[in-house]
Structures are given as structure tokens and as C-alpha cells.
């Protein structure tokens, strides 16, 4: 019982691996963003990046 | 025994006595013939002396009011490894642990051409047991072990055993009350028994029984009791899984190297824009963001590689990026830190961060595409150089790392599993495990 489904389980697990890299899957944290104007490519500052808020660290140790 | 049973298997046909008890006139039958040395009155509970032409009385107890019938009749026939035998006697016996008594049950079972066996019961656990063939040697080791026939058997319990019920015939002096040590060695399914009495030591092998196996075998009605805990000798249902889970799993991991060699060679690892950028963020300017040449993303829809990498030294860049479809206005939203930090305290020199950055924009179709890039940084630093790589059809390592910690899941929880059992096996021993988890101070 075990067995068969390790086996169904670890093809699973492999055939999503294979789709995810096929389809060009990412774990990286992009935002979609949809209906951008045409005019940003003239006016690049007209658009306002979901991420310009971040604050950005100045540490070091 | 009525007349109407039929034969045991073998040639000649042995007749069954019958006798009447000497204390309350009850009929006594003898199913196991001259081997009977004792026999015990089922109605006034004297054991008699089956050996003496008068059946002498040799003791008398008291049987607990309501004391549970042997769950297995006198007189049951079932086949035990291929051969029939007959339940001829009944002994309940217990030890005790920590002031608390445990129960066992033995089944005395006969057949006239095979000799003796024997059925015990635990809490719903079998074992079908039969006397040594050959002496068991003893090593001298802690945990001490048994070597029987080659094989080597651990130490798992010696306790003081006392007989505390007893009923049909025996081929010994048997006696409610007497006592034995009894030592047990194990090697699942298997389990070595030593039983010492004043001047005797008496040898027995036994091995697991399933209670369903021990109905099957004797036509019993009903369902068996069901067994509680892991007995000492419970073979363990995870051990195949076992092996057979991280044999299952080294073919699953080679699969993935090849599946990761095999996409590696697959991926166009195409690049597409390669550019290098200057910012100068103490200077005063009207808009820091710009856009890209425009460029084509051709092929099925796959992902999008950009490697941001500057020359920062104690110091940060950011950069909002968008990378966005000319003709339909979808874009991709996501912003990169670069930072690098370094330098020399008590205790040595330290850094922190990296030079360049990597993202990964997932499932971009095909389509004519620009970056919209927004650099920021500390307004103290005159100058930053950085470029930016874009790469299309790339690998994702990250999946195989999830992928193997995914196919891992399994052997690990049948392991774990596995290892419970034994721990909960031992914790009943006399060499428990020590406990995972200590609390307080001891």
C-alpha cells in the first residue's frame, strides 16, 4: 500500500518539477500588473512601481 | 471429548480416557493419553495426579467467582503450521512490574504424533511456541544476547512468573502458585524463552501470531481480542516499508539529477539584453527611471533571467523594476536590492551581502517586451556603476531542492514511524530507550 503510493506520490512530485521548469516556473515574488499605458514608454516616471515603497536596508554589521 | 470427533491425523487411533475426579465425582477426560502427568478438575479445580490408578489429590484452589474462560475451549482442534492439534490444557500465569500484576495466557496444545505446543496470549497478541531443538548459548554482553541455531536474540525481560489458574492436563507436576523466572530474548518475529525452576532450565522458541491468524486456525467464532501496545516479538509492519521507501527513493533522486541534467540542456538559457548603467545619485536630476530598447521574446512561454549585478562596496543599489509587453500592457511589477557590506572588527573582518542579484520572472509568452528600471540608492555616493543581464528559458534549481526535501517526506515518516515502534517495543523492556525529549533536571 505504502509502496504504490510512494510510487504515484514520486512520479507526481517529478512530473510537476518537469511541467514547472517546462512552463518556466518561479518561486521569485514578482507582481503582475495589467492595462499599463502606452505612454510609459515616453514618459517612464508616469509609472509608479507596486515596490517603490520599500525600505531599503543600510546596515551592515 | 464425544465420540462423534473425528481422529487426529496419523495411523493409529488413540482412545481418550475417561475418568471421574476423586473430590466431586466430576468426569475427567485425558485427551493427551500417558503423556498426562497432572490433571486438573475443571469442576472443583483439584489437580490430580493423572500418573496414580486413584488420581490423587495433589492440590486444590480456589478459582476466582467469574474468572474468564480460556478464549480458545478445551478439547478446539485447529491447524498450527500445517498440522493438527488439540487444546488439551489451560494455565494463566502473570508477573509483576511496579507492584502492577500483567496476565498472560498459555494454551497447552497435543497431538498424539507430534508431541507438544504451545499458544500465549498477551493483551491480544499470539505466539505459537515449541520447545528448543537445540541449547541456546548465552553471551555475556549488556544487553546480554542468546545465540539459538545462529541466530543472535536480545535481551528483553526476566521477571518472576507465577502460575495463578490452571485447568485440563499437563504433562508436568504443574501447581497454581509456583513460580519460575522466566527470561525472554527476542529477534521479532521470534522470541527465546527461558524458564528457570529450582534445578531445571527449559528452553522454548515462539513466534508472532496474529490473533485473526489463531481464530482462522481454530474455527473459532467471532473476532479475536484486539491486541493492545507492541508486544515484545510484534514483528514491525514498517520494516519492508522501510527498505523498500529509500531503495524507491535513490531511484527517485537519480531520476531528478537526470530530469535536472536532461532540462539544463533543454533550456535556450537565450540572452537578451546585456547593458551596462551609471548612477549618480548625489546629482540633482527631474526622473531617475528610463526604459530599455525594445526586444522580442520569441518561442513557447518560459521564464525570464534578470542578473542585476554593481559594484557596491559598503553601500546599496535598488532598482524598481517592470518588464513590460509593448503591445497588450501586462507587466511584470518586482524590485532587486543589491548591497554588499564588509569590514574588520574583534572578531575579524565580516562582510554581508553579494555583489549581484538574480530573478526569476515566471511563464513570460512570447511578445515584444521593455524594462522600465528605477534606480535608487544613498544620495551620499557620488557614482554607481551597475548592469543588467536578461536571459530567457533559464533552469530553476530551487525546484529540485523542493522536489528532493518532497520525495525525502516519505522514507523519513516511514522511518519515524518505524523508529516509534521499536521505542515503544523496548519502553516495555527491561533496557528502555532513553527518553527524546528530558524535562527538568534529571
Sequence with gaps: MFGKFYLVYGFAVLGLVGFAQYRGWSLDQITQVKNIPKSVRDNPGSYRSVYSSYHHYTGGK | MSSSTPPLSGPPKPQVTALNCPTCGAAITLRSFEHAITVVCASCHSILDAKDPHLRVLQQFQAIVGEDPPLIPLGTRGKVRGTEFEVIGFQRRNIKSEGIPYD?????????????????????????????????????????????????????????????????????????GEHASVTDYVRPPRVLSAERTPGEVS??????????????????????????????????????????????????????????????????????????YQLSPGEPRDEASFVTDVFDLNGRTSNLEVLTSSDVNNNWIYLNYALINEDTGKAWDFGREVSFYSGYDSDGSWSEGAKKDTVVIPSVPAGRYYLRIEPEADPRHPHIDYW???????????????????????????????????????????????????????
Design chain 2, 203 to 276: 528452553w522454548s522458541i515462539g513466534e508472532y501470531m496474529y490473533g485473526q491468524d489463531v481464530w482462522k486456525a481454530f474455527h473459532l467464532p467471532g473476532n479475536p481480542p484486539n491486541a493492545i501496545g507492541v508486544y515484545e516479538n510484534q514483528p514491525s509492519p514498517m520494516n519492508a516499508d522501510i527498505r523498500r521507501a529509500w531503495t524507491v527513493f535513490a531511484v527517485f533522486a537519480i531520476l531528478l539529477v537526470g530530469l535536472m541534467a536532461c532540462f539544463d540542456m533543454l533550456a535556450r538559457k537565450e540572452p537578451i539584453l546585456n547593458r551596462a
Design chain 2, 104 to 176: 498472560w495466557h498459555e494454551y497447552l496444545l497435543f497431538n498424539p504424533y507430534k508431541g507438544f505446543r504451545y499458544l500465549t496470549e498477551f493483551q491480544g497478541h499470539w505466539n505459537d511456541i515449541s520447545i528448543c531443538k537445540d541449547l541456546p548459548v548465552v553471551g555475556q554482553g549488556f544487553p546480554a544476547t542468546a545465540n539459538y541455531l545462529g541466530e543472535i536474540y536480545r535481551h528483553f525481560q526476566t521477571a518472576d512468573a507465577n502460575t495463578s489458574y490452571v485447568i485440563g492436563e499437563f504433562p508436568w507436576q504443574v501447581r497454581v
Design chain 2, 388 to 442: 543588467v543581464t536578461v536571459r530567457r528559458d533559464v533552469p530553476v534549481l530551487e525546484w529540485y531542492g523542493l522536489a528532493f526535501f518532497a520525495l525525502l517526506l516519505p522514507p523519513l515518516a516511514v522511518t519515524w514511524r518505524s523508529m516509534s515502534f521499536e521505542r515503544s517495543r523496548w519502553s516495555e523492556s527491561d533496557h528502555p530507550p532513553t527518553p527524546i525529549l528530558q524535562t527538568g533536571n534529571d
